[in-house]
Nanobody
Framework: QVQLVESGGGLVQAGGSLRLSCAAS????????MGWFRQAPGKEREFVAA???????YYADSVKGRFAISRDNAKNSVSLQMNSLKPEDTAVYYC???????????????????WGQGTQVTVSS
């Protein structure tokens, strides 16, 4: 079982930066792909970024070049550095972990079995 707790959300002006963190429990953290997803009001939850057990990363086109995902296996944590934020980045951001171990960095929501409670990010124009 994996439990995930996000932190770091808040209100920021367009062009600003925020760093989200996700603390994970469980001894298998280092072998799971970790992802960040987001959900805006009235919209489906969408993929943002993922990092696999070997450090390979994958990003949604909408955040490529602005967001960076990283992990610290010694601390069982994953982070999302968000720069050049836009109003359209406003959403609840969720941390997620895959069911399977040693997979690729995937954006497929169905491969993620464990989810955090989410943290709100609001970008004002």
């Amino acid at each position: 079982q994996v439990q995930l707790v996000e932190s770091g959300g808040g209100l920021v002006q367009a062009g600003g930066s925020l760093r989200l963190s996700c603390a994970a429990s469980g001894r298998t953290f280092s072998t799971r792909t970790m992802g960040w997803f987001r959900q805006a009001p009235g919209k489906e939850r969408e993929f943002v970024a993922a990092i696999n057990w070997s450090g390979s990363t994958y990003y949604a086109d909408s955040v490529k070049g602005r967001f960076a995902i990283s992990r610290d296996n010694a601390k069982n944590s994953v982070s999302l550095q968000m720069n050049s934020l836009k109003p359209e980045d406003t959403a609840v951001y969720y941390c997620a972990a895959t069911m399977s171990l040693r997979t690729g960095a995937t954006g497929n929501k169905d491969q993620y079995a464990y989810w955090g409670q989410g943290t709100q990010v609001t970008v004002s124009s």
